[in-house]
Structure formats: structure tokens, C-alpha cells
């Protein structure tokens, strides 16, 4: 990946993890083609009868946008690859499998057809080839709908390790100074005895702190009055 130029304020990076998404929705295609492909394959030499060729194709229609989707949502929204959400960035990777798996399986269709048939073949069965355009766009949709769900996993995962990490650096802050009371801060502030993952999220997602994945930054006027009390002892 590139790294981010000072002088074109990070350009170079936002177009390397842009690439990436579109890498990993092209890998997240092909291997959502995978499935369909070779039922097709097995059906041309033979190895398949026509009703098992039927259901296994059936099968790999289903089977494949959830692949695809698996893919290329691992690829673009594991944590350390993507420069925004997780979640966001496996959705675009996760729409671009299920664009190209929509052509792909409708060219695929017109292909077998012939183009010269399908307005008659339109006219006779209007209701029944909008239901299976249909009943293939939420095929394609749900290659969508599993990166995002990964890559939401992803991103909770992620907060939950970084809330883990920073409960643990203050316990270690405050350990030299267990000996010496000290008076318990508000409940739900981070580090306190009544916070929780859920109010360290929200207490270092504002503006103050930077917000994730930076973590917790404690800002210079809090820092001010430890340094003066310390240096007053």
C-alpha cells in the first residue's frame, strides 16, 4: 500500500485502499462464479444427470453470492486493511460481487436462451421472467448482506480488543499508585468502575478524543493539572 504524501494529504493512501476494495470485490466475484461454473462443467463431461445438474445448480446459485460475499469482505475488512470502517469498506467490496454476479449470471442466461428468443420468450412469460430477475437481484443482494454483517463483526471485534488494551494500559498506570486513595470518577467514564465496552465506545468516538480507531487520547488541558500537582509534591 501506498503511503500517505504530506504534501497531497494522503491522497496516495485513500486511492491504495480504494484499489483494495476493488481487488477484493473481483476476487469476492470469481470465486462467487466458482460454484455455478463448475456444476456446469460436471454437467457438460457427463458427471451429473440432468435433475442432479438441476438441483446442484440451484444449489450454486445460492451458494455462491454467499461465497463471494465471505471473500471479499475478509479481503477488504479485516482489520488493518481498511482505512475506514470495516463495515463500510466490506459493504463496497460486497456490492461490486453482487453487481458483477447479477450481470454475470443474467448475461449468462441470455447466453443459454439466445438473445434472438428473449422478446418472445418475454412476451409469452412476462410474470415469470420479472419474478426470476427479481428472485436474482436478491441472490446478488445477499453477497451484500453477509460482508457487511462480517465486516461488522470485524469492527465490533475491533473495539472490543482496543477497549481491552486500554483498560489494561490504565491498570498499569494506576498501579504504582494503588497504595494512595483515590476518588472513583463519574460512572461510565472510561476506566471507571462502572464503565462498560458500549460507554467507552461512545466516550472516545467524540471530537475531544480523536475518535477510533486512534483510541483514547487524553487531551493537553487534562494532562495539565496531573503535571502541576505532581510537580507541586
Not at 4 to 9: E, I, L, Q, V, Y
Not at 42 to 51: E, I, P, Q, T
Not at 127 to 140: D, T
Request: aromatic fraction near 8%; hydrophobic fraction near 45%.
Amino acid at each position: 500500500m501506498p503511503r500517505a504524501c504530506p504534501r497531497h494529504g494522503g491522497a496516495p493512501r485513500e486511492r491504495g485502499y480504494g484499489l483494495a476494495r476493488v481487488i477484493a470485490g473481483l476476487l469476492g466475484w470469481i470465486a462467487s462464479m466458482i460454484p455455478l461454473i463448475t456444476v456446469n462443467i460436471c454437467g457438460a463431461v457427463g458427471l451429473l444427470s440432468w435433475d442432479d445438474a438441476f438441483i446442484a445448480s440451484a444449489g450454486a446459485l445460492l451458494a455462491g453470492p454467499l461465497l463471494g460475499g465471505l471473500v471479499a469482505s475478509y479481503l477488504a475488512g479485516r482489520p488493518g486493511r481498511a482505512a475506514i470502517s470495516s463495515a463500510r469498506a466490506a459493504s463496497l467490496a460486497g456490492g461490486l460481487v453482487a453487481l458483477l454476479y447479477f450481470l454475470s449470471v443474467l448475461g449468462l442466461v441470455v447466453y443459454v436462451l439466445r438473445p434472438e428468443t428473449i422478446p418472445a420468450t418475454l412476451q409469452e412469460h412476462p410474470l415469470r421472467s420479472s419474478l426470476a430477475v427479481i428472485c436474482l437481484a436478491i441472490l446478488a443482494l445477499s453477497a451484500l448482506a453477509v460482508a457487511f454483517f462480517l465486516g461488522a463483526w470485524f469492527d465490533r471485534r475491533a473495539h472490543q480488543v482496543a477497549y481491552e488494551s486500554y483498560t489494561a494500559k490504565m491498570r498499569a498506570r494506576k498501579a504504582p499508585n494503588a497504595s494512595r486513595p483515590a476518588a472513583p470518577g463519574p460512572v461510565g467514564s472510561p476506566g471507571s468502575p462502572g464503565s462498560s465496552l458500549r460507554d467507552w465506545r461512545e466516550h472516545v468516538q467524540t471530537p475531544a478524543h480523536g475518535g477510533y480507531p486512534g483510541g483514547p487520547q487524553r487531551r493537553e488541558d487534562d494532562a495539565g493539572p496531573r503535571d502541576e500537582s505532581w510537580r507541586a509534591r
